[in-house]
């Protein structure tokens, strides 16, 4: 059976940090970039939040936890959920996983839990994994949750990386249980998703483990032009892939819900599609990338918009450290 998304939900820091902040403690400038990038504003965990991704975890599951029950009265709780899967690259420890901390913190305790780490890539795949479980017959519901705190891994006197990330936490609900509408119709749930990876790109974007070097903090490395070049190339090739797959065209997906790194890639992927720019929804001018949050925000903000309506035809797209790439396509 087709797995639906049944519930999102996000979760961002209060802390808001412009581009003109930034131009205050390093040399950059907020027409910089606006014009590069299309970012205005960004959140910054501090507190008990940077040191705590499960906060920011555990607020988005929280509120996909309540869409879920109050779509489904009565008959959706927490206990529906038999599975956890956390997509991160910054977690709080090296173990417990993130989503064995979750579900303590979730008063979930049953389900499995796991992490999946695969940078902007990992909501993707975190989906991919559950889709093929729920798809399996061995889990029914399954809680994914992507969300980094890239603000503690960034060089913040790098003005290349620095000025692009930030920090948040999405959670979307899948589920194949008919009694949330889970059955496998034609026109509902996942369609397909295809993966891949180029592990020979790691030079171009990588940040070694944080607790590789005590004395010398784990910093984040990225060759912007070449991160740029290899996500307009591949994100509209896995794009075309997936609708192939599903003999679908660009022009039968409502909406492009991709990972936000850059304005411009977003522009540049809909135009190598010959899309318009309205399908590709975008908030990247208030977050910057969130890395493995940027996909569930996005989506669960369109969802609380009512930007997707029942049967439309959805494509998600993801790309990053690898250097991964993803896409899925899945009827709302
Ligand atoms: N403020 C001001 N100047 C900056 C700057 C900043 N924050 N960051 C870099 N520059 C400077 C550089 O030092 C360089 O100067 P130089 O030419 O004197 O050496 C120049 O701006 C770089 O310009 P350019 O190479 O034309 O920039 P760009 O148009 O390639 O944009 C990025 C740079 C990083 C915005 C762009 O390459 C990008 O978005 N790459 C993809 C990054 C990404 O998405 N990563 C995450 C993937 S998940």
Known sequence: ????????????????????????????????????????????????????????????????????????????????????????????????AMACRLQAALSMEGTAAFDLSLACTGFVAALNTADAFIQ????????????????????????????????????????GDPRFGGEGREDRGFVDMVMHA????????????????????????????????????????????????????PADVSLYVLHQANYRILESVAKRLSEPMEKFPHNIARYGNTTAGSIPILLDELCREGRFKEGDLICLAGFGGGLSYGAALLYW
């Open 198 to 249: 180029d592990g020979t790109g790691e030079e171009a974007l990588h940040c070694r483990a944080m607790y590789f070097n005590e004395k010398e903090p784990a910093k984040e490395y990225m060759d912007g032009r070449r991160v740029f070049e290899f996500a307009v190339r591949k994100v509209p090739e896995v794009i075309r892939e997936v609708l192939d797959k599903a003999g679908k065209t």
């Open 1 to 96: 059976m087709a797995p639906r998304i049944i519930a999102t939900g996000s979760y961002v820091p209060e802390k808001i940090v412009t581009n003109d902040d930034l131009s205050k403690c390093m040399d950059t400038s907020d027409e910089w970039i606006r014009t590069r990038t299309g970012i205005a504003e960004r959140r910054i965990a501090e507190g008990e939040e940077k040191t705590k991704l499960l906060t920011l975890m555990k607020g988005a599951s929280e509120q996909a936890l309540r869409m879920a029950e109050e779509r489904f009265p009565g008959s959706f709780g927490r206990e529906a959920v038999d599975l956890i899967i956390a997509a991160t690259c910054t977690p709080d420890m090296a173990f417990p």
């Open 136 to 175: 399996s017959g061995r889990y029914k519901t399954v809680l994914v949750v992507g969300g980094d705190v890239m603000s503690r891994m960034l060089d913040w006197e790098d003005r290349n990386t620095a000025v692009l990330f930030g920090d948040g936490a999405g959670a979307a609900i899948l589920s």
